[in-house]
Protein backbone atom coordinates (compact mmCIF):
# COMPACT_ATOMS: atom_id res chain seq x y z
CA UNK A 1 0.00 0.00 0.00
CA UNK A 2 1.19 3.37 -0.94
CA UNK A 3 0.91 5.77 2.11
CA UNK A 4 2.26 9.25 3.35
CA UNK A 5 2.10 10.21 7.64
CA UNK A 6 3.23 13.26 8.44
CA UNK A 7 4.33 14.30 11.64
CA UNK A 8 5.96 17.37 13.30
CA UNK A 9 3.40 19.76 13.70
CA UNK A 10 2.01 21.18 16.79
CA UNK A 11 1.42 25.02 18.68
CA UNK A 12 4.27 27.19 18.46
CA UNK A 13 4.88 31.28 19.22
CA UNK A 14 5.74 33.60 16.80
CA UNK A 15 9.31 33.48 15.69
CA UNK A 16 10.11 30.10 16.75
CA UNK A 17 10.80 26.72 14.60
CA UNK A 18 9.02 23.40 13.47
CA UNK A 19 10.62 20.63 11.09
CA UNK A 20 7.84 18.23 9.40
CA UNK A 21 8.36 15.23 8.13
CA UNK A 22 6.48 13.11 5.62
CA UNK A 23 7.17 9.41 5.56
CA UNK A 24 6.55 7.25 2.80
CA UNK A 25 5.98 3.74 2.35
CA UNK A 26 4.84 1.44 -0.16
CA UNK A 27 6.85 2.95 -2.72
CA UNK A 28 10.71 4.61 -3.20
CA UNK A 29 10.24 8.75 -3.28
CA UNK A 30 13.62 8.78 -5.74
CA UNK A 31 13.35 10.46 -8.74
CA UNK A 32 9.82 11.72 -8.14
CA UNK A 33 8.21 14.92 -7.26
CA UNK A 34 7.09 15.96 -3.76
CA UNK A 35 5.32 18.90 -2.33
CA UNK A 36 4.33 20.42 0.97
CA UNK A 37 0.61 22.17 0.93
CA UNK A 38 -1.60 23.78 4.07
CA UNK A 39 -5.04 24.81 4.52
CA UNK A 40 -5.81 27.19 6.76
CA UNK A 41 -9.72 27.58 8.06
CA UNK A 42 -11.82 29.16 5.80
CA UNK A 43 -9.07 29.10 3.13
CA UNK A 44 -8.57 27.37 -0.07
CA UNK A 45 -5.49 25.13 0.17
CA UNK A 46 -2.60 26.51 -1.11
CA UNK A 47 1.20 25.20 -2.34
CA UNK A 48 4.07 25.94 -0.05
CA UNK A 49 7.07 23.86 -1.46
CA UNK A 50 8.25 21.14 -3.88
CA UNK A 51 11.15 18.79 -4.48
CA UNK A 52 12.37 16.51 -7.23
CA UNK A 53 14.28 14.34 -5.08
CA UNK A 54 16.34 13.35 -8.17
CA UNK A 55 18.23 16.02 -8.68
CA UNK A 56 17.22 18.72 -5.69
CA UNK A 57 15.19 20.97 -7.63
CA UNK A 58 13.05 22.64 -5.28
CA UNK A 59 11.10 26.03 -5.56
CA UNK A 60 9.09 27.79 -2.51
CA UNK A 61 6.33 30.12 -2.71
CA UNK A 62 6.84 33.85 -1.69
CA UNK A 63 5.41 33.09 1.43
CA UNK A 64 7.75 30.19 2.17
CA UNK A 65 10.86 31.33 0.48
CA UNK A 66 13.73 32.55 2.83
CA UNK A 67 12.31 30.69 6.19
CA UNK A 68 11.28 27.70 5.20
CA UNK A 69 13.44 25.27 4.20
CA UNK A 70 12.02 21.51 1.75
CA UNK A 71 14.67 18.16 1.93
CA UNK A 72 15.01 14.59 1.58
CA UNK A 73 16.09 11.50 2.59
CA UNK A 74 16.26 8.39 0.29
CA UNK A 75 17.28 6.32 2.53
CA UNK A 76 15.06 6.64 4.73
CA UNK A 77 12.07 7.67 2.34
CA UNK A 78 11.18 10.59 4.09
CA UNK A 79 10.93 14.46 3.17
CA UNK A 80 10.94 17.27 5.42
CA UNK A 81 9.67 21.00 6.02
CA UNK A 82 12.03 23.24 8.58
CA UNK A 83 9.91 25.83 9.04
CA UNK A 84 11.91 28.85 11.23
CA UNK A 85 10.74 32.07 12.29
CA UNK A 86 7.01 31.46 12.18
CA UNK A 87 4.19 33.73 11.91
CA UNK A 88 0.38 33.56 12.92
CA UNK A 89 -0.03 33.80 8.99
CA UNK A 90 1.64 30.23 9.13
CA UNK A 91 -1.14 28.57 11.05
CA UNK A 92 -2.88 25.78 8.98
CA UNK A 93 -3.22 22.05 8.35
CA UNK A 94 0.03 21.05 6.39
CA UNK A 95 -0.30 18.40 3.85
CA UNK A 96 2.20 16.70 2.33
CA UNK A 97 2.01 15.05 -1.24
CA UNK A 98 3.49 12.99 -3.83
CA UNK A 99 3.64 12.32 -7.59
CA UNK A 100 4.35 8.88 -8.04
CA UNK A 101 5.84 9.23 -11.83
CA UNK A 102 9.21 9.62 -12.36
CA UNK A 103 9.18 12.66 -13.81
CA UNK A 104 11.08 16.40 -12.94
CA UNK A 105 8.31 18.69 -13.85
CA UNK A 106 7.69 19.46 -10.23
CA UNK A 107 5.15 22.34 -10.05
CA UNK A 108 2.98 22.99 -6.96
CA UNK A 109 -0.48 21.86 -9.14
CA UNK A 110 -2.86 20.14 -6.46
CA UNK A 111 -4.06 17.61 -9.64
CA UNK A 112 -0.52 16.41 -10.58
CA UNK A 113 -0.18 14.85 -6.95
CA UNK A 114 -2.40 11.46 -6.47
CA UNK A 115 -1.12 10.72 -2.65
CA UNK A 116 -1.93 12.68 0.05
CA UNK A 117 -1.12 11.99 3.96
CA UNK A 118 -3.44 13.01 6.56
CA UNK A 119 -2.15 16.36 7.85
CA UNK A 120 -0.54 17.94 10.46
CA UNK A 121 -1.69 20.87 12.36
CA UNK A 122 0.55 24.26 13.22
CA UNK A 123 -0.64 26.73 15.17
CA UNK A 124 1.53 30.03 15.88
CA UNK A 125 0.49 32.52 17.90
CA UNK A 126 1.82 35.99 19.38
Known amino acids: QVQLVESGGGSVQVGESLRLSCAASGYSIGSTCLAWFRQAPDQEREGVATLYTGTGYKYYTDSAKGRFTISHDNAKNTMYLQMNRLKPEDSAMYYC???????????????????WGQGTQVTVSS
Open 97 to 115: AADRRNWAGCTLREVNFSV
